[in-house]
């Protein structure tokens, strides 16, 4: 009887499938079968907005973190790894920031610290006046776990305070008691955010944009939302069930226990 060659043959596709999953795109940097290239603008867009991210070194591991794609789709972004906002990043822009540049940061508001909502910052920087690079605006973003994101801020006040950086949240409310989605729904749910209220930093700055950005903000929103559903729909063959975390799960039902 001749050997049954199906089982060397089924092995060599299967090899051939992970050898193609560990190529990465050179452009995008990810994975060739889940590549964004099509949807990443060929030029950086330009935004009058200088956008600082604070990157948290654990959370710049994580396979589906998506501010890698942010400085590869707009023009002025800066990233740093660290665990708190440092002086020496402020010089670290692509252009230079007068003394009178206006610091914002994307963090929602607790009962010691409020935050201005983005409807709000709008009717203020309407007020003010000011067109295009004439705001002189900065965006701080902190990348990480909702837990790593509130030592980030924390770590980081001094400098915050000196910046005279005003807190920023998104028009919705982060609350502890409830597990979260994203406010574009189940259709950009890339990863289970971990209580209501809290987004992807790159689904935050997209709303963000839109509203600080005074010529193209919705059009700059539509083109991030495009590339965050994009990767979305791509990166679903590819996922496991999404659960809850068992440990924010368990503090939820604490909450809960001791409000009822």
Not at 28 to 53: A, D, G
Not at 166 to 194: A, F, M, Q, S
């Amino acid at each position: 009887m001749e050997p049954d060659s199906t089982p060397s043959s089924s092995s060599s596709t299967s090899q051939e499938q992970q050898q193609r999953r560990r190529q990465i795109c050179g452009q995008c940097e990810r994975p060739i079968p889940v590549c964004l290239c099509h949807v990443i603008p060929t030029t950086p867009i330009k935004t009058s907005t200088h956008i600082l991210i604070v990157h948290h070194p654990l959370e710049s591991q994580h396979k589906l973190n998506t501010v890698r794609l942010l400085p590869k789709t707009l023009h002025h972004v800066t990233t740093h790894l660290s665990r708190k906002l440092l002086r020496s990043h402020l010089t670290h822009t692509h252009t230079h920031q007068s003394p009178s540049s206006t610091t914002i940061y994307l963090f929602p508001p607790s009962p010691g610290s409020p935050a201005v909502s983005l409807s709000e910052l709008k009717e203020s920087l309407n007020s003010n006046g000011g067109e295009g690079d004439e705001r002189n605006l900065r965006l701080v973003v902190f990348d990480g776990t909702w837990k790593h994101a509130k030592e980030m801020v924390k770590a980081s006040q001094g400098v915050l305070e000196g910046l005279g950086a005003i807190r920023v949240c998104l028009d919705l409310d982060v609350d502890e008691n409830t597990r979260g989605e994203t406010i574009y729904n189940d259709e950009l749910l890339l990863r289970k955010e971990p209580l209501k209220g809290c987004v992807t930093t790159f689904e935050a700055v997209a709303r963000c944009l839109r509203v600080v950005e005074p010529d193209n903000g919705e059009e700059i929103e539509r083109i991030l939302v495009g590339i965050l559903r994009e990767m979305v729909k791509l990166q679903a063959a590819f996922l496991k069930p999404v659960k809850p975390r068992p440990k924010l799960l368990k503090m939820s039902k604490q909450n809960q226990f001791k409000t009822s």
